[in-house]
């Protein structure tokens, strides 16, 4: 049985106190200021001098604005923080198709563009699921992965349950409603019982700001989403992280994905449903924050 609540305890004593702002952040940015041998740093510089990279990728119904939470902690912690606008999200323009690949391949172009050698990637949902893509893709291509609230396979297209998140996403915008009159009752579903007051207002600002068309090409493709035959392949650490009333990628699949991966970690965060990382910033942020420095030690990378 998951034992969420020993998760967050241990964690307490690294997240008390610390709630990042909800600053706006522009659609690639790469923010690194502390020195990287700062005490409370996580890594050495790379061997050709450079703070490691990190680089998010959101879900859904977010955008790279979904993480300005993570940019001070993260940078403070001596990385190089870029969060990125998936086609058809933030700044782009919209898209009326996306598949996986062309999603990953995306994600490949941005990493060569701004000169990443080997970023850490962090995925949200479906972003969780281009990350997936992009390790299949390029499996040495990355130092580490963060599987956030995501899962390996969205299941069958015909099952009940699959039909009705779609019907349940699609219909109100059938019936002509826009994402802003949808966006609170929708991060009101995926959030869990008290999330952080600001992030749900965030997390309501960023859906309403989705352009239709994309939110409904991406819901077209997570429905063909499966990367379970690769699991087994994944040779780079991996850290899955769970929410406790996350519903739609519930902790216990999080955890057989996690023990499908070899090596891989997995930490569920009590209290928290879908949108961990705006829901509990500090939380979220002592858990990766915390994988990061075990894996990116001047020892281990």
Known sequence: MLDCARTAAAQSDDSAGHRPAF???VALVSVGHRHPRDRRGCVSTTEEGRLPAVVFVHGIGGSARIWSPQREAFAAAGLHPVAVDLPGYGARAPVAAMDFDGLASDLEATV???????PVLIGHSIGGMVAQAALRR????YRSVVLCCTSPAFGNQAGEFQKAFVAARLGPLDAGAAMASLAASMVDGLMGPSPDPAGRAFAIEVMSAVPVPTYRAALQCL???DERANLPAIRVPVLCLAGEHDRTAPAPVMERMAAKIPGARFVCLAGVGHLANLEAPAAFDAAVLGFLRDVLSPQTS
């Open 112 to 118: 060569a563009r701004l000169g990443l050698d080997r």
């Open 223 to 225: 429905v063909a989403f």
């Open 138 to 141: 390029r499996p040495a291509g």
């Open 23 to 25: 600053r706006p952040i």
